[in-house]
Structure formats: C-alpha cells, structure tokens
Nanobody, 126 residues
Framework: QVHLVESGGGLVQDGGSLRLSCAASGLVISNYPMGWFRQAPGKEREFVAAISWSGTRTYYADSVKGRFTVSRDIGKNTVYLQMNSLKPEDTAVYYC???????????????????WGQGTQVTVSS
C-alpha cells in the first residue's frame, strides 16, 4: 500500500521560505511522476509542481515559476518542494501526489495523479 507523508509546513512571513518534504513508502519514486498540489480555503485543489519519473524534467504552475523548486532524493525515497519568496496567496494545504502510471513514456498528465498524502498547512502572513 502506498503512503505519502508530507512535512515542513508552517507559518512564515511574506517573502519567507519553507521546504516541504514528502516521504513515500510502497512505491519507488524513481518509477513514478511525483507532484505537489495545493488547496486554499474555498478553492479547488490546483497543480503546483511535478517531477518526471526520470527526474530529468520538472513542471510548474505559472504562479510559482521562479519561486518554487521541486526535487527528489532517490536514496531517501523523498520528494521536496522548496518555496522561496512566499506570498500570502500561497497560503494553502499542500499535498504530495503520485502518478498512477509506471514510467509513463509521455510524462503523464495532471489528471493521472491518484494517490495523495494527508497534506501540510502553509500559511504566509502579510
């Protein structure tokens, strides 16, 4: 059974930084695209960032490009989201997600993420 456990959320001031971690068990992250999503109060969950199963490609929502970086440590089977220059509009619950396809040749799509962690709260104060 796959488990994704996020950590690293918290309260930070406008312009600050946080690093989220997602420890995976039950799957090997080098075989699946891994992603980060977020959901703010009253809003739908939205895509934030993803890393391909090969680790050679990363993808970002326009709203976080240049500020957030997704990475991974295969030895720790952990995915990270480094968030810099945080803004109050980044406030949300952040979720780690695993793609349902093993090494998709086309990289997969956002709709293919079907396993989720419990989420970690990120609050950015102005």
């Amino acid at each position: 059974q796959v488990h994704l456990v996020e950590s690293g959320g918290g309260l930070v001031q406008d312009g600050g930084s946080l690093r989220l971690s997602c420890a995976a068990s039950g799957l090997v992250i080098s075989n699946y695209p891994m992603g980060w999503f977020r959901q703010a109060p009253g809003k739908e969950r939205e895509f934030v960032a993803a890393i391909s199963w090969s680790g050679t490609r990363t993808y970002y929502a326009d709203s976080v490009k240049g500020r957030f970086t997704v990475s991974r440590d295969i030895g720790k089977n952990t995915v990270y989201l480094q968030m810099n220059s945080l803004k109050p509009e980044d406030t949300a619950v952040y979720y780690c997600a695993a793609n349902k396809y093993f090494r998709p040749p086309n990289g997969g799509s956002i709709s293919d993420f079907n396993t989720w962690g419990q989420g970690t709260q990120v609050t950015v104060s102005s």
